[in-house]
């Protein structure tokens, strides 16, 4: 039975760490990155991200092959689109804002600011905006792989003891 207990102890520790884990918030930058213009932005950007150690900033050129094929994908087509775990439309406090183009025009370095810290906190303030692309659900997923592996190892230790019994 000590066995049981000590696998049962295991798996609820490494359902709390996938979970716990999962729990950075990921930073997807594309755009004309080295064009003049963009370079505000860009510093702001990284200004904001660069507070947080939690946070995991990925740059992608528009202009390179890999920026071209993202942008195809997720329907992007501004000049500069900032991704927070696959999203770029928010509503913050009330307010519906869009990761595009340059700061301080339809967003700012504080709206930024604003979501990474609500992510990383699990705040409510801040939410998705209507947006039929939403939809990131890997915690949930994660949640739910954990408790099925969980129930099958005690389902199976609970099989075992009664065929010996």
Do not use: C
Request: aromatic content about 10%; hydrophobic content about 45%.
């Amino acid at each position: 039975m000590s066995k049981f207990f000590t696998i049962l102890i295991l798996s609820l520790f490494l359902l709390v760490s996938a979970v716990s884990a999962s729990s950075d918030v990921d930073v997807v930058v594309l755009g004309v990155i080295s064009h003049g213009p963009m370079q505000p932005t860009v510093n702001a950007i990284k200004e904001v991200t660069s507070k947080y150690p939690d946070v995991n900033v990925r740059w992608l050129d528009l202009e390179s092959n890999e920026g071209e094929k993202y942008a195809q994908e997720h329907g992007l087509t501004a000049h500069m689109n900032v991704l927070i775990d696959d999203e770029y439309q928010y509503s913050i406090n009330g307010k519906d804002v869009t990761f595009q183009w340059f700061e301080g025009q339809q967003w700012t370095k504080e709206d930024l600011d604003n979501v990474i810290s609500s992510k990383l906190n699990n705040s409510p303030e801040i939410s998705v905006s209507d947006n039929p692309k939403s939809g990131n659900n890997m915690n949930v997923l994660i949640v739910w792989a954990g408790i099925f592996a969980v129930v099958g190892i005690i389902a199976w230790f609970l099989i075992k003891k009664f065929r010996k019994g």
